[in-house]
Each structure stands twice: as structure tokens, then as C-alpha cells.
Nanobody, 122 residues
């Protein structure tokens, strides 16, 4: 059983940056991991994912501004968010799944964190 704990959310002005972290309770070096967000009244959507081979994928709305990375030694997943827009205001969740599964951008991941809130003001 893998437990995921996100941190790093907060309030920032438009154009600012935040880095989210997601610490896993166990070794997730070969897992596929991803970041999702859910704004009030909207469906949860995929933002980015990183596979066991290090290959990354991004949603169209964040390409070029967000970067996903992983430190296997620390069992930690990161999301660097730059040039933030008010539309990015949402609860951000990390997710993980055992190989060979990598369901991104679907929500079919086996493990989810509780989320961290990001608020971007104009």
C-alpha cells in the first residue's frame, strides 16, 4: 500500500510560481506518477505524468509552463508551476500506479493523495 502526501500549495499572484511536492510512503521508483487538479464545480483533470522510464506528458493547458520531475531516492514527485494564471486555482492531487500501468490522463490510478490547494489571484 502506497500513501501519498502533497505539499507546497498556497496563494500566489498571477505570473508567480509554486513548486508542489508529493512524498510517497514507499518506494515508487518504477511507478507511473501524475498530477491532477480539480477546480470548484469542475471535473478532475490530468496535468502531467512521468513514467517509470522518465518519459513525461503534459496537458495542453500547462505545456511550457509546468514541469514534472521525480527524485526516486527521496520517493518524491514534484510539479514546478511557472507563469501561473487565475484559471490554475484548484485542488492539486498526485497519483501513482504500479507498473506497467500508467493510466494518465485518465483517473484510473490506484493511489491518490489528499490534495493541496493552489489559489492564484489576478
Amino acid at each position: 500500500q502506497v500513501q501519498l502526501v502533497e505539499s507546497g500549495g498556497g496563494s500566489v499572484q498571477a505570473g508567480g510560481s509554486l513548486r508542489l511536492s508529493c512524498v510517497a510512503s514507499g518506494y515508487t521508483g518504477r511507478y507511473c506518477m501524475g498530477w491532477f487538479r480539480q477546480a470548484p464545480g469542475k471535473s478532475r483533470e490530468g496535468i502531467a505524468a512521468i513514467g517509470s522510464d522518465g518519459r513525461t506528458r503534459y496537458g495542453d493547458s500547462v505545456k511550457g509552463r509546468f514541469a514534472i520531475s521525480k527524485d526516486n531516492a527521496k520517493n518524491t514527485l514534484y510539479l514546478q508551476m511557472n507563469s501561473l494564471k487565475p484559471a490554475a486555482t484548484a485542488m492539486y492531487y498526485c497519483a501513482a500506479d504500479r507498473p506497467p500501468r500508467c493510466p494518465y490522463p485518465s483517473l484510473g490510478f490506484g493511489y491518490w493523495g489528499q490534495g493541496t490547494q493552489v489559489t492564484v489571484s489576478s
